[in-house]
C-alpha cells in the first residue's frame, strides 16, 4: 500500500474505528497467478509496530495485519445495531402489541401483505393493509381484495406503504392517493437503557399507571397521557400526549419515564414509537432521547 494513500484513509487515527482491509495473503497464489488477497471488515483495536490489529465483525480473534500486507483500505460507517437490523415489515409486527383487539389475516395469494382491523381503535395502523416488502409478489387481484376487505366492514381501503417501495409506486400508478395531507410516518428505535439514561433527570412527578395484560396506561394530573405496549422484549408507544395550555413544562418526558420505566421491569431492551416526520417538536424531544428512524412510510387510499 502507497505511504499516500495510507495517509488518506488508514492509520494510527482510525483505532476505534470500523474500516474494511484488503490484504494480501503471505505464502499463497490467487487465481490470476499472483499474489491471494482477501478483504477483513472490523474495528480496528490496534495500529503500530508494524502492524494493524482488527476485531472482525464476523467474530472470532481479533486478527494481526503486517502493514506491509496491506494493499488498500478505508474507514466505513459503524455496524448497524441488531435492532436496526431488523427488516421494516417486522417492526411494523411488532407495534401490532400497541392494539390488543387487533386483528391480523393475510391478504389472499403471495403477497405477504396484512389486513389489520380494530373495533376500538381509529389510529390508521390499526385499520389497514400493511402492504410491506414481503418474499412474495403481488398485484391487481391483491389491491383488489385489499379493497373489498374493507368494503365488506364499512371502512375506507387505506394501504401503509414504505416510504420508497415498489408497493408505494404500484399503488399509485392505479391512482391511490395519499389518504391525508400528513408527512410521512416516522418508525423510531432506541434502546431501553439510553432512554432511561436520558430521562434521569426527569422530575418524578407522580404518575397514574393502570396496567392491563401487556398494556399500561400512564396519566399526569389528567393534562398528559400515553399508552405502552410490551411484547417479546420490545417496549412500543403511542399516545403521548400533553394538552396544549401544559405544554413545554417536561410533561411528556415524564409520562416517558414512567412508561419506559415499566417497560424495562417487563425485560424490554428496545423501545420504539412512530410520529409524524415534520412534527419537530416531538422528534427534537425523542431524538435527545435516543431515538431515531428505522424506517418512513405513508398511507394512501384510492382517489
Not at 170 to 178: H, M, R, S
Request: aromatic letters at 6%; one cysteine or more.
Amino acid at each position: 500500500m502507497s505511504t499516500s494513500a495510507q495517509a488518506r484513509s488508514l492509520g494510527p487515527h482510525v483505532v476505534g474505528n470500523r474500516i474494511v482491509v484488503r490484504r494480501m495473503l503471505a505464502g499463497e497464489t490467487g487465481p490470476s497467478g499472483g499474489p491471494a488477497m482477501t478483504d477483513l471488515l472490523g474495528v480496528c483495536v490496534a495500529w503500530g509496530e508494524g502492524v494493524c490489529v482488527v476485531a472482525p465483525d464476523a467474530g472470532g480473534p481479533d486478527v494481526v495485519i503486517p502493514l506491509s500486507d496491506i494493499v488498500s483500505g478505508k474507514p466505513v460507517p459503524p455496524r448497524p445495531s441488531p435492532r436496526h437490523r431488523v427488516s421494516p415489515r417486522d417492526a411494523q409486527v411488532r407495534g401490532f402489541a400497541l392494539f390488543p383487539d387487533l386483528e391480523v389475516v393475510e391478504v389472499p395469494g403471495p403477497s405477504g401483505w396484512l389486513l389489520r382491523s380494530s373495533a376500538t381503535a381509529s389510529a390508521r395502523r390499526a385499520n389497514s393493509v400493511l402492504a410491506f416488502p414481503g418474499e412474495g409478489d403481488f398485484g391487481r387481484a391483491e389491491v383488489a381484495a385489499v379493497q373489498a376487505h374493507y368494503a365488506a366492514s364499512g371502512r375506507p381501503a387505506v394501504a401503509a406503504v414504505l416510504g420508497e417501495s415498489e408497493e408505494r409506486s404500484f399503488f399509485q400508478g392505479l391512482g391511490w392517493v395519499p389518504e391525508s395531507h400528513d408527512a410521512d410516518t416516522l418508525f423510531q428505535l432506541a434502546s431501553v437503557a439510553a432512554v432511561r439514561r436520558a430521562l434521569r433527570s426527569v422530575d418524578h412527578e407522580p404518575v397514574a399507571l393502570t396496567v392491563e395484560g401487556g398494556t399500561a396506561t400512564a396519566s399526569l394530573r389528567g393534562v398528559a397521557q400515553g399508552v405502552a405496549a410490551y411484547a417479546d422484549d420490545w417496549v412500543g408507544f403511542r399516545g403521548i400526549e400533553v394538552a396544549a395550555e401544559h405544554r413545554r413544562r417536561g410533561l411528556g418526558r415524564t409520562i416517558m419515564a414512567a412508561l419506559v420505566a415499566w417497560g424495562a421491569e417487563q425485560g424490554a431492551t428496545t423501545a420504539y414509537l412512530q410520529v409524524l416526520g415534520d412534527n419537530d417538536p416531538a422528534l427534537a424531544m425523542y431524538a435527545s432521547m435516543g431515538f431515531s428512524t428505522h424506517h418512513a412510510y405513508a398511507y394512501l387510499t384510492p382517489s
